[in-house]
């Protein structure tokens, strides 16, 4: 009987410790308007807390335009930082909405590596419009 009750909190132990490795980070970014107007709209969707890990991150953005009057241009640019006050553009700007096409765009990113301590994703709106922008970052800790 000892042993059995010792190969089950065992297995409980077990449970709890893979389990909290394979741990994940997910956050919601509500949704949130940019409007542009003669100058460029510019908004930020920031990571709320530190990280401590190297994480493999998935980002996916919803980006949905309200209003125009002939056209818009959404870009995405992923921003990274070591003490969360100076940023560096990371990897290649994404065009979200392109001159022309104003439709609904949905759009997913993986990350391999993602060793900064702070992320955030910048969202730059040239022309008269308004685009609702939603998401969600999904972040796992690297092996």
Same mark, same amino acid.
Request: glycine share 2%.
């Given at each position: 009987?000892?042993?059995?009750?010792? *190969?089950?909190?065992?297995?409980?132990? &077990?449970?709890?410790?893979? /389990? !909290?490795?394979?741990?994940?980070?997910?956050? %919601?970014?509500? *949704?949130? !308007?940019? /409007?542009?107007? %003669?100058?460029? =709209?510019?908004?930020?969707?920031?990571?709320? *807390?530190?990280?401590?890990?190297?994480?493999?991150?998935?980002?996916?953005?919803?980006?949905? @335009?309200? @209003?125009? !009057?002939?056209?818009? &241009?959404?870009?995405?640019?992923?921003?990274?930082?070591? +003490?969360? *006050?100076?940023?560096?553009?990371? %990897?290649? %700007?994404? !065009?979200?909405?392109?001159?022309?096409?104003?439709? #609904?765009? +949905? #759009?997913?990113? @993986?990350? &391999?590596?993602?060793?900064?301590?702070?992320?955030?994703?910048?969202? /730059?709106?040239?022309?008269?419009?308004?685009?609702?922008?939603? =998401?969600?970052?999904? &972040?796992?800790?690297?092996?």
């Amino acid at each position: 009987m000892k042993n059995l009750l010792k *190969s089950i909190l065992v297995a409980a132990f &077990l449970m709890v410790a893979v /389990t !909290t490795m394979n741990a994940q980070l997910v956050h %919601a970014y509500p *949704s949130t !308007t940019i /409007t542009s107007t %003669a100058s460029d =709209g510019i908004v930020y969707f920031t990571y709320p *807390s530190a990280l401590k890990y190297n994480y493999v991150g998935y980002l996916t953005i919803n980006a949905d @335009t309200l @209003t125009y !009057t002939d056209s818009t &241009l959404l870009i995405h640019q992923i921003q990274v930082s070591l +003490d969360n *006050s100076t940023w560096f553009d990371y %990897a290649a %700007a994404d !065009t979200l909405i392109k001159y022309g096409d104003v439709a #609904e765009v +949905d #759009e997913d990113y @993986t990350f &391999l590596v993602m060793p900064w301590k702070f992320v955030r994703s910048k969202f /730059t709106q040239s022309d008269t419009a308004t685009t609702d922008l939603t =998401g969600y970052m999904l &972040l796992k800790k690297q092996y």
